[in-house]
């Protein structure tokens, strides 16, 4: 047998058992049931883990990651996690999470060639060239990678809010807020990007606002 996760195994072991001496009933509650207010997509990246850094147990947040945090209408493992949050669970907010220093964003702004996440990230790449954030000068690549995470969070609200999963929730009359954060490697905090949807109508003005906001704050560093 090969023991190479044993540690792993023990740890689990160990967490476990802490868990149950705080809380003698907490599986229990959790085994049958699960009810979290909160949809969270993020990046896969292992720096940015949800319910970590959010500091919230188990059974509170349910999580759907890939590269980039991206929303795809044709995305069957995202739409289906999407519709079980919304139908299923009936959260009540989806936080979609970005990150700076997120390699998906570099690789599609530089147009790096990888293999079969190229065609993952293109289009941030193609949302970088809308924003004219293609052509950075060497020294302000940091600078250009930063602005592109922030819009590639709220081009992914504005996908998620424009789905038919969504539209439906709230033609539904369902409580349901899309958020826009973005987390920072470097402090460990998360700012809102200030794109917090909860009707249809709101989108197309709330969207362009938020586009509007990063631009400027970014303006110093174009
Ligand atoms: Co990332």
């Known amino acids: 047998m090969n023991n190479a996760l044993q540690h792993l195994l023990e740890a689990n072991t160990a967490w476990a058992s802490a868990q149950l001496e705080r809380d003698p009933e907490f599986f229990k509650r959790l085994e ?3 009810s979290p207010e909160y949809f969270w997509i993020g990046c896969s990246d292992s720096r940015v883990p949800a319910n970590t850094i959010v500091d919230l147990p188990p059974g509170e947040v349910f999580v759907h990651r890939n590269v980039a945090n991206q929303v795809f209408h044709g995305d069957l493992n995202g739409q289906s996690a999407t519709q079980f949050a919304v139908e299923v ?3 009540k907010h989806i936080i979609v999470c970005g990150h700076y220093g997120c ?3 570099r690789m599609a702004l530089r147009g790096d060639r990888l293999g079969l996440a190229d065609a993952w990230v293109r289009p941030i790449h193609q949302l970088a060239r809308r924003h004219s954030l293609t052509g950075f000068p060497s020294t302000g690549d940091q600078a250009y990678q930063d602005q592109l995470c922030e819009l590639n969070v709220i081009e992914q609200v504005k ?3 424009e789905s038919t999963l969504i539209e439906d929730a709230w033609l539904r009359g369902q409580d349901l807020t899309v958020h826009s954060w973005i987390y920072s490697l470097k402090d460990g905090l998360i700012r809102n990007l200030g794109l917090n949807v909860n009707a249809p109508n709101q989108i ?3 969207y362009s606002n938020a586009v509007k906001a990063v631009k400027l704050r ?3 560093t174009k």
């Open 159 to 161: 996908h998620l809010c």
């Open 89 to 91: 669970l009936q959260v």
């Open 218 to 220: 970014h303006q110093s």
């Open 204 to 206: 197309d003005q709330e």
């Open 103 to 105: 390699s998906g964003v």
């Open 32 to 34: 049958n049931q699960q």
